[in-house]
């Protein structure tokens, strides 16, 4: 049994900071691609920003400069830090992975449940 769980997310000012997780735990061989994907109510999950195992970024033209991702490959965790937070960036914050189990199958776009962030402004 594999797992995705995100860190709570938070009410934040507009301009504010904050730094979400996701940790994937369970039957784990490796982890391949991670990264983080929003939706707005209203509309489809969008991507925010993903990274590689060899740490190679990228990262949607709304939030270059602002958000950072980054992993700690010993402990299976992507961050994003999230800096000059805006009222458009509220939304439900999704942790995504490929994951190869310990069984050897992989797990491609492997989600967590969510997490909500609101900037109020």
């Known amino acids: 049994q594999v797992r995705l769980v995100e860190s709570e997310g938070k009410l934040v000012q507009a301009g504010g900071s904050l730094r979400l997780s996701c940790a994937a735990s369970?039957?784990?061989?490796?982890?391949?691609?991670m990264g983080w994907y929003h939706r707005v109510p209203g509309k489809q999950r969008e991507l925010v920003a993903t990274i590689s195992n060899s740490s190679i970024t990228n990262y949607a033209d709304s939030v270059k400069g602002r958000f950072t991702i980054s992993r700690d490959n010993i402990k299976n965790t992507v961050y994003l830090q999230m800096n000059g937070l805006k009222p458009e960036d509220t939304a439900v914050y999704y942790c995504s992975a490929d994951i190869t189990t310990t069984a050897g199958y992989t797990l491609f776009d492997y989600w967590g449940r969510g997490t909500q962030v609101t900037v109020s402004s």
């Open positions: 369970g039957s784990i061989s490796t982890v391949g691609d």
